[in-house]
C-alpha cells in the first residue's frame, strides 16, 4: 500500500463510474463491549501523508459549548518536538497504537467478513466511501503531528542522516484502531479514558468526561451560572482565545474549571469532604440519593434540580458580592479582579462556596449567608497596622488565610499576595468566615455550630464508644 493508493483508487472508481472511495483496508475486527473496532498496521509514509489533520482526520479543541464535534485537549508543540525528535533519533521508531473514531453509518461504510479467526475477532475489508462522515483522532494526535513533520524533511532525502531516517520509516508501520461510534460525548470520554502519553489536565476532564456524578454538575453549573460565561479554562489560555475569536466572541480567563467543579459538589452538600475525587464523588452520590428518595425523581433530575439551585445562587453572589458584582456591571475587567481581589483566586472561590454549603447544611437562607459574604474585606489592599509590629501592615480579615502581606520592594508598597491554595489554608478561611459571620449576624448562629462544622467536613465526625477496656482480674 503506497502513499498514494487512495487516489489511485478513486481514479479507478471514477473512470468506472463507482462512488469514489476513500480509503479500503484489510482489517481484524472484534469488539470492547458494545463497541465495534477495527485493527490493521499503516506504513509510516501513508500515515503521515494520508492519515492527517489535512487530509482523512480531524481534530479540534475541545469546546464546552460545542457538543456537535468530539474534542481533544490542545495541541503543545513542546510535545509534538520531543516526540519528533524521539523518531527522528531512533532506529526503533514504535509509535504504539493510534486511535480514530467515525460513525458507522452503512450508506457509506461497508464491512466485508472474510473469516473468523477465534471467538470475537474477524477478518474484514473495510471500505468507506467518500460522503462518509469525519474520522475524528481519538488518541494519538501529538504522536500523527510529529511524524508528519519528520517524514517533510526526509522523504526526499538522498544521502546522510536524513536518508537513514528515511529508510527506518519506510520499514516501518504503526497500529491503527478505528471505532465505529461517532457519538461525541462518547468519543470524548473514551479520549480521557485512554490518553497516556501526556498526563490530561484535571480542568479538562472536568469538562469533557462525563462518567462521573461531580463532573457533570461541574459542566452544568459551568453552562449555566453568569459568573463562569467565557471565563472558565480548561485549555491553554492561548487556545481559548483563538477559539473565542473564531467566535465572535471574548475570553477572559479566571477560574479552572476543575475548581468550579470542586465549588459546585461544596455547595451541593460535599463540602471540604473532597479530599480525594473518589470521596467528593462518594459524598455527592449520597446527596443524589437523599434527593431522590424524598422527591421519587430519577438521579439525573436530582443532579439537574440541584444544579440549577447552586446556578442561582452563584447568580445571586455574582450580583452581590464585590469584585464580582463590578465584573457583573461590566465597570471591572477580569484582569483588574484579579489584581485587586482576593478571591480571584480559586481558595477564595472555595471560600464562598463552602460558606453557601453550611448555610444549605444549617438550614439557614444561603441568600442572607452570601449578603453577610458581601461585607468581607475582599480587597488585597484591604490592611491595618500589624498587632505584632506597628511598621508593619496585615490584611484586615484574610492574613495567613487567602493573604499572605509582603512589602514590595519594587513597587514600594505593601502587597497582599495569595498565600496559596492548600487545603489548609483555605479551610482556615473557611473557619474564620462562618464564625465571623455568627457573631455578627445572630440570625445565622447556625453556621457556628459544631454539627455545621461537622457536616461541612471541617470537625471529624465523632466515633462511636469502641470497645470495652480489659479489666485485669485476680487470679482465682
Excluded at 203 to 221: E, H, P, T, W
Excluded at 411 to 440: C, P
Excluded at 454 to 469: F, V
Aim: proline share 3%; charged share 30%.
Amino acid at each position: 500500500m503506497t502513499a498514494t493508493s487512495t487516489d489511485v483508487e478513486q481514479l479507478r472508481a471514477k473512470l468506472k463510474g463507482k462512488r469514489p472511495i476513500r480509503f479500503e483496508r484489510i482489517a481484524f475486527m472484534s469488539r470492547a463491549g458494545k463497541l465495534d473496532k477495527l485493527t490493521w498496521s499503516e506504513p509510516m509514509p501513508a500515515l503521515a501523508e494520508l492519515w492527517n489533520f489535512e487530509s482523512l482526520l480531524q481534530r479540534n479543541d475541545y469546546d464546552l459549548d460545542d457538543t456537535s464535534r468530539p474534542g481533544q485537549r490542545d495541541v503543545y508543540e513542546s510535545h509534538i518536538k520531543k516526540i519528533a525528535e524521539g523518531i527522528r533519533t531512533s532506529d526503533r521508531p514504535y509509535l504504539g497504537t493510534l486511535v480514530i473514531g467515525m460513525d458507522r453509518n452503512r450508506e457509506f461504510v461497508e464491512i466485508e467478513e472474510i473469516q473468523e479467526l477465534a471467538t470475537g475477532v474477524t477478518l474484514v475489508k473495510i471500505t468507506v466511501y467518500e460522503g462518509a462522515p469525519v474520522a475524528w483522532s481519538v488518541d494519538g494526535q501529538h504522536r500523527e503531528i510529529s511524524l508528519s513533520r519528520v517524514w517533510a524533511l526526509v522523504r526526499d532525502a538522498v544521502e546522510g542522516d536524513e536518508l537513514v531516517v528515511r529508510e527506518y520509516l519506510e520499514q516501518s508501520s504503526v497500529e491503527m484502531t478505528l471505532l465505529l461510534e461517532g457519538d461525541p460525548d462518547i468519543l470524548s470520554t473514551l479520549f480521557i479514558k485512554m490518553a497516556s502519553t501526556k498526563p490530561i489536565s484535571p480542568s479538562l476532564i472536568a469538562v469533557m468526561d462525563k462518567g462521573s456524578m461531580q463532573n457533570r454538575l461541574g459542566q452544568y453549573v459551568i453552562k449555566n451560572a453568569a459568573l463562569f460565561q467565557g471565563r472558565i479554562t480548561y485549555l491553554a489560555n492561548a487556545s481559548h482565545k483563538k477559539r473565542a475569536g473564531r467566535n465572535g466572541s471574548k475570553f477572559e480567563g479566571l477560574y479552572p474549571a476543575s475548581a468550579v467543579r470542586s465549588a459546585a459538589a461544596a455547595i451541593a452538600g460535599v463540602g471540604v469532604r473532597d479530599r480525594t475525587p473518589d470521596a467528593r464523588e462518594e459524598h455527592l452520590n449520597e446527596v443524589i440519593k437523599q434527593r431522590t428518595t424524598e422527591k421519587g425523581i430519577s438521579g439525573e433530575e436530582a443532579l439537574v434540580e440541584i444544579g440549577t439551585e447552586i446556578v442561582e445562587l452563584l447568580d445571586y453572589a455574582l450580583r452581590n458580592i464585590p469584585g464580582w458584582r463590578e465584573i457583573n456591571d461590566s465597570t471591572l475587567t477580569v484582569t483588574e479582579f484579579r489584581e485587586n481581589y482576593l478571591h480571584s483566586a480559586a481558595a477564595g472561590l472555595h471560600v464562598i462556596a463552602n460558606t453557601i454549603a453550611a448555610a444549605r447544611m444549617a438550614g439557614v437562607s444561603p441568600h442572607k449567608a452570601i449578603d453577610a459574604l458581601a461585607e468581607l474585606p475582599w480587597r488585597r489592599d484591604a490592611f491595618k497596622t500589624s498587632d505584632d509590629d506597628d511598621k508593619a501592615m496585615t490584611h484586615k480579615f484574610f492574613e495567613g488565610t487567602l493573604a499572605k502581606t509582603t512589602w514590595d520592594l519594587r513597587g514600594l508598597r505593601w502587597r497582599a499576595g495569595a498565600s496559596g491554595a492548600t487545603r489548609s489554608n483555605y479551610e482556615a478561611a473557611i473557619s474564620n468566615v462562618l464564625t465571623h459571620v455568627t457573631q455578627k449576624h445572630p440570625e445565622l448562629s447556625a453556621l457556628g455550630t459544631d454539627e455545621t462544622f461537622t457536616k461541612l467536613g471541617l470537625i471529624a465526625r465523632k466515633r462511636g464508644r469502641g470497645r470495652p477496656k480489659k479489666i485485669a482480674t485476680a487470679a482465682q
